[in-house]
């Protein structure tokens, strides 16, 4: 589970930075995050929210509502408040090209158009760890051998 505090079933949605997010960015991210949540709602009901960062380039948001699929104007809002970061900051977590790897116990950061040639280099390949921008739930798993991935199992398959 990516949130304990969440539902298993709860909607996830993870952004990768190319731009690395420092402290002093995290702490304005969870203040402006407070004040997004406080006021998200779905089909007039209160959205459990919560946030995670992991390492300095990924953030997670999860929404703990079970009343069925959230309504679209929740789903936009979470997507502006991200839109809003990105443009405060200088971030680029909506740019949905970076994907993230673990190598050596450390985040790296590639854009999809490099993939291929990361893998010809053996820089990456089918048992890398793999930060999941495909999970949508809380259980899914946030990280993968990149070879199980939905992207992976194109090139290794």
Partial sequence: MIFKSLHPHSKIWLYISSIPINNSYKEEISLLFKKFNDEWKSHGEKISGALKFIGNNIVVIGANYLGGDMCGRSVDAQVRFVSQIDQELGLDLLNRNNLAFSILDKIKIFS?????????????????????????????SLQLPFGDSPLGSRYFS
């Fill in 112 to 140: 999809f158009s490099d993939i291929e040639n990361l893998i010809k280099e053996d820089k990456i390949n089918r048992r890398t760890r793999f930060y999941n921008n495909y999970c949508s739930k809380n259980s899914d």
